[in-house]
């Protein structure tokens, strides 16, 4: 069966799907953005797991329960710092999406969200992220059967309109 990938411009932290995945740093302590959000809606119990995981490397992910969220998981993907595109900020960032849908695989999600990793306090140009994103989801679907449904969330114009020109949906 072929995945749908789709966008969908929305607060991910209300999104009722299997996992959705957090923009997180190394350290996995929690931050601003995106995983300040996920971690208030979540509620302490999702730091109380996240101090036990012991961070997580740049273009890896780790799993949560995803505690007072309607999302069952938390998938942390770490996505790199853009320096300008010569620091392997690309391959960084394919690698954080394709370890989520790895796990997501793992844990028989069949539902997964993501936000656009890395182009907020991390800088990487949305339309560059974007294009990684959508080709390392694509490609690591193939290898993720139990996946039925990816969802990019968007929160601004600018990466709907990125998004739906990729996606063409
Ligand atoms: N739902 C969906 N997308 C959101 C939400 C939300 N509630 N809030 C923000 N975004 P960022 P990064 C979008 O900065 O660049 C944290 O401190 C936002 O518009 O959250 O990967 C971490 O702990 C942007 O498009 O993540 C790290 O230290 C996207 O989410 C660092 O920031 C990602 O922006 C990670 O930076």
């Not at 080709?135 to 679907?141: D, E, I, P, Q, S």
């Not at 990019?152 to 990729?166: K, S």
Request: charged fraction near 15%; charge should be negative; include cysteine.
């Amino acid at each position: 069966m072929t995945a749908i990938m789709s966008v969908r411009q929305t607060d991910i932290t209300v999104l009722a799907v299997d996992a959705i995945v957090n923009a997180a740093n190394e350290s996995l302590l929690g931050g601003g953005g995106v995983d300040g959000a996920i971690h208030r809606a979540a509620g302490p119990g999702l730091q109380d797991e996240c101090e036990t995981l012991h961070g997580c490397p740049t273009g890896s992910a780790k799993i949560t329960g995803g505690y007072a969220l309607p999302a069952r998981h938390v998938i942390h993907a770490v996505g790199p710092v853009w320096h300008g595109g010569d620091r392997g900020e690309a391959l960084a960032l394919a690698s954080a999406y394709a370890a989520a849908i790895a796990l997501a695989q793992e844990h028989g999600c069949r539902t997964v969200a993501f936000p656009c990793i890395s182009t907020g306090i991390y800088g990487y140009p949305k339309a560059q992220a974007a294009e990684v994103a959508v080709r390392a989801v694509g490609r690591a679907l193939a290898s993720a059967p139990a996946v039925e449904d990816v969802t990019f969330c968007v929160m601004d114009d600018e990466n709907l309109a990125i998004y739906r020109g990729i996606l063409g949906r």
